[in-house]
């Protein structure tokens, strides 16, 4: 059984710094492609990063510069830096696991940007 568990959302400060993380289990980690959405209130779901098996990254324009993604096969995780927290970052953050087609979902962790 697939399980992706997501950590690390919490109440920050505008300007702020969070480290979300996603520890995968029952898959074999190193083949497939890992990435993080959001879905902010009355919002669509949204890619924020994605990492390929290979490392290549990839990100959306709101994100550049201030986030960061990336994994850890040994420990079946992947991370995602986040720097220079908006309030417009808020929203819950989903983690993804794809190969072939096949996507894979945590149950989310939520990320409050407010002062």
């Known amino acids: 059984q697939v399980h992706l568990v997501e950590s690390g959302g919490e109440l920050v400060q505008p300007g702020g710094s969070l480290r979300l993380s996603c520890a995968a289990s029952g898959i074999i980690f190193n083949n497939y492609a890992m990435g993080w959405y959001r879905q902010a209130p009355g919002k669509q779901r949204e890619l924020v990063a994605s990492?390929?098996?290979?490392?290549?990254?990839n990100y959306a324009d709101s994100v550049k510069g201030r986030f960061t993604i990336s994994r850890d096969n040994a420990k079946k995780t992947v991370y995602l830096q986040m720097n220079s927290l908006k309030p417009e970052d808020t929203a819950d953050y989903y983690c993804?696991?794809?190969?072939?087609?096949?996507?894979?979902w945590g149950q989310g962790t939520q990320v409050t940007v407010s002062s």
């Open positions: 993804t696991a794809g190969l072939r087609g096949t996507n894979y």
């Open positions: 990492i390929s098996s290979l490392g290549s990254t």
